[in-house]
């Protein structure tokens, strides 16, 4: 990521040449339908947040580009307001004008304003502005004012994220990683979902009026049966249609997974490849996010938010609705555990490297499918299609994000929660297919209802069980295996076993570990005690809150996580230095997979964890007096480590030519406690 950033930030005037003209070609009619501005402004964003674009250049860019663009529409339309008419009418385009002419009839002025929002009259606004022959004194400052508007809220969100995607590698590479991921996944579900309704459905209805045409010719009694039934007068017609094709769809998806698992197809060698990738990139905070998403998805919960729903259409009295929302919830509740894995299942969290799994439907991809699909077909019948597309947006994340968790978390293989998933759909398309065909027509609700399922979520979620999480959180985490050193071993070659540096997903090694220490978390906080450390604040909601106070003590401040190999800093000690109040020294150390036998016990030896980390130095400032900032440098010599350290400490110093380069190591010797008298 740094090479990226560095790369871009040798030639900003590529990015921003790019950047005025995406934001101008928006504007131009035709092809502002096509470009991709959204996209191109969130990246110019993201590259700002993490510092490789200069944000006010960036923001009057575009913003000129946009002002650019509407002028050379609003202008042609002035010049050529007798042929553009005509030209939209010739080439098809005659409903897309007509609806920007009513937008522009309803909203007048505000149109242009407006229009910068509005995705389906974006490109057209301003030709008809310019047709209608507004005057220029009165259109200029409008087209101004809202490019100014427009800039940042296109940027903005993407600021937002390139910070947090530098917070996040400033973190723990893998951090930034799984962010960028997720943020792209959650993109493409998004834009699936709009661009299914928006273009999916009326392609549908287009394709069965045609093929319904073409069947007339040759045989007039069957096309009639099925216009019948794909009746444009019907508002239900093409909502079975589409229904039916996605059951077709369903199955077939289901019947092809099927087939690869039995010949053992490229689906199944997917399973470990995706399974290996997502544990390389797993930390700590990754996981505990994760985790809540798939109890989120467990079925106790769902069948808490399946009670909430029916109570409530009990008392509104949706009789019919609360007893096909009871046969969903039945369906789903006997289906699940008909196809969840039982004995003889290996699950990716206990599958060694090499060996075979066979997998099967998730249960559980099943139920979340089918529970929350017909909840959310209930949330969206017969409501405008703003909150349609929303709420089908929403759904879709949803269903989506839990069966990502428990792939990540290693509950689930692809091919399981395809299955389920696949399942699901089918008996969705099903159940809200006889739904719509019955004409059920209750008014659920809708607005309330889904405040109340939110509540319900927010009420019923994983951390209502702190024991159960941490329960959970051990049995996901990942299987380490300890090894057994001598002190003679350790300390004469063993040392060099322990990382070097810290390292990220792409392989990158950052700062270097010349630190080792061989003891308890307990007698490592009481031998520092003596020398000013002490345990660093932990993060939590209120004290997060003290970054952005500038009247904040820095001893008060949460120190920032750092993350090795996926695994936060175990231990963190801090240190102040009365003569400079905005610095402080750190003290990470994260715990190794060996143990040290050392020490005299009744039973001759004990053993003790061997700990490796570095020494940092945090700077803050306050610009303005408005927030604290701070930045965290390595302690660059390690032979400055003991004089940092309680006086009287064993300690060795080590050091190796490792790769064309010294290595060097300070060790922390465990103490021997003296044999009690007799």
């Keep these: 990521m740094h090479a990226w950033l560095s790369s871009i930030s040798a030639h900003p005037h590529l990015v921003l040449a790019i950047v005025f003209v995406v934001a101008c070609a928006e504007s131009l009619a035709v092809v502002g339908t096509i470009v991709p501005a959204g996209i191109v402004m969130f990246v110019a964003g993201a590259l700002i947040g993490a510092g490789a674009l200069d944000g006010w250049v960036t923001l009057a860019v575009a913003a000129l580009g946009a002002i650019a663009g509407d002028g050379i529409s609003y202008e042609l339309g002035r010049r050529y307001h007798g042929e553009v008419h005509a030209w939209w009418q010739a080439k098809g385009h005659e409903a897309t004008y007509a609806r920007g002419e009513r937008f522009v009839q309803q909203h007048g002025g505000k149109s242009i304003v407006l229009a910068r929002f509005f995705a389906p009259v974006r490109a057209i606004v301003p030709l008809i502005v310019g047709a209608a022959r507004m005057t220029r004194l009165r259109f200029y400052p409008i087209n101004i004012a809202s490019a100014l508007a427009w800039s940042p809220a296109h940027i903005g969100p993407g600021i937002v994220f390139g910070a947090s995607a530098q917070l996040a590698e400033a973190v723990s590479g893998r951090l930034a990683a799984m962010l960028l991921m997720l943020a792209a996944l959650l993109w493409l579900v998004v834009r699936l979902t709009r661009l299914g309704l928006r273009r999916g459905v009326p392609f549908v209805k287009t394709a069965s009026q045609r093929a ?13 049966r099925l216009a019948s039934i794909v009746d444009p007068g019907k508002p239900e017609s093409l909502t079975l249609l589409v229904l039916g094709l996605l059951f077709i769809g369903s199955v077939w998806l289901f019947l092809g997974i099927l087939q690869d698992v039995v010949a053992r197809d490229p689906l199944v060698q997917a399973d470990t490849i995706i399974y290996s990738f997502l544990q390389t990139l797993r930390t700590v905070p990754t996981d505990r996010v994760m985790l809540a998403m798939a109890r989120f998805s467990g079925y106790g919960v769902g069948l808490v938010v399946a009670a909430g729903v029916l109570i409530w259409l009990v008392v509104q009295r949706c009789w019919r609705t609360a007893a096909w ?45 089918l529970v929350y699909g017909f909840l959310g077909w209930l949330l969206v019948r017969r409501q405008p299609p703003l909150w349609r597309s929303t709420v089908l947006a929403v759904v879709a994340i949803w269903v989506v994000m839990t069966g990502f968790a428990r792939l990540y978390l290693g509950e689930n293989w692809l091919a399981d929660v395809l299955g389920g998933w696949s ?81 990220e997903i792409s392989g990158d090694e950052e700062e270097p570990f010349p630190l080792q220490w061989a003891a308890s978390s307990d007698a490592i906080a009481h031998s520092l005690e003596p020398a000013g450390w002490h345990v660093a604040p932990a993060w939590s909601a209120r004290s997060a809150l003290l970054w952005l106070s500038p009247a904040a003590s820095v001893e008060a401040l949460p120190v920032l996580p750092k993350l090795a190999e996926g695994n936060s800093a175990e231990l963190t000690f801090m240190k102040l230095d009365p003569q400079r109040p905005m610095t402080r020294l750190l003290l990470r150390l994260w715990r190794s ?28 400032r306050r610009p303005w007096q408005l927030v604290t900032i701070g930045s965290t440098t390595t302690w660059p ?3 400055a480590i003991p004089h940092l350290l309680p006086t009287g400490m064993p300690l060795l110093s080590r050091s190796t030519l490792e790769g064309g380069s010294v290595r060097r190591a300070v060790l922390v010797l465990p103490t021997v406690p003296e044999a009690p008298p007799h």
């Design 325 to 369: 929302w009871l046969l969903t919830v039945g369906v789903a509740a006997a289906l699940s555990p008909v196809i969840e894995p039982g004995v003889g299942y290996v699950r990716p969290f206990n599958w060694q490297t090499g060996a075979a799994h066979a997998p099967l439907p998730s249960g559980n991809a099943t139920f979340n499918l």
């Design 593 to 620: 997979h060996y143990r040290l036998m050392a020490g005299n016990t009744p039973n001759g030896m004990a053993d003790a964890p061997i700990w490796y980390g570095a020494l940092y130095q945090e700077t803050f």
């Design 637 to 639: 010599d390690a032979s």
């Design 212 to 224: 319904i045409q073409r069947l007339s010719r040759r045989h007039p009694r069957l096309a009639s």
């Design 423 to 503: 399942l699901g759909l089918a008996w969705l398309a099903v159940l809200a297919g006889a739904y719509t065909y019955r004409q059920v027509r209750d008014d659920v609700r809708p607005r309330l209802l889904a405040v109340i399922v939110i509540a319900l979520l927010a009420i019923f979620g994983p951390w209502t069980s702190a024991e159960r999480f941490q329960a959970d959180f051990a049995r996901y985490a990942p299987r380490t295996h300890q090894t057994v050193l001598t002190l003679d071993q350790w300390t004469s070659g063993a040392w060099r076993a322990l990382p070097e540096r810290r390292t």
